[in-house]
Nanobody
Framework: QVQLVESGGGLVQAGGSLRLSCAAS????????MGWFRQAPGKEREFVAT????????YYADSVKGRFTISRDNAKNTVYLQMNSLKPEDTAVYYC????????????????????WGQGTQVTVSS
């Protein structure tokens, strides 16, 4: 089992940048595929980015491709989401998610593909 704690959210102007972090407990972090999702008020939770256990494969939603970068440091049990060129429509609560997937290269973009979730961190982009 793994526990996830997000940090790094805040208020930023359009065009600015933020880096979200997700710290995971447990010694088997490197066995988990990690993902970032977001949920805006009145909307469903949507996929943002995912990374395989090794960090070899990443995948992004079209809406963030070229602007956001997901990465991980298995030695620090942490996954990151670097967000550049932020837009007001990026405003949402951002959630970190994990799923035990120690081998393979399958990427999952749906919330029900992840067993563990953090509490979320608010990102607000002003115009």
């Amino acid at each position: 089992q793994v526990q996830l704690v997000e940090s790094g959210g805040g208020l930023v102007q359009a065009g600015g940048s933020l880096r979200l972090s997700c710290a995971a407990s447990g010694r088997t972090f490197k066995s988990y595929a990690m993902g970032w999702f977001r949920q805006a008020p009145g909307k469903e939770r949507e996929f943002v980015a995912t990374i395989t256990w090794s960090g070899e494969i990443t995948y992004y939603a079209d809406s963030v491709k070229g602007r956001f970068t997901i990465s991980r440091d298995n030695a620090k049990n942490t996954v990151y989401l670097q967000m550049n060129s932020l837009k007001p429509e990026d405003t949402a609560v951002y959630y970190c998610a994990a799923d035990y997937r120690p081998i393979g290269t399958v990427v999952t973009t749906t919330p029900n593909g992840y067993a563990y979730w953090g509490q979320g961190t608010q990102v607000t982009v002003s115009s």
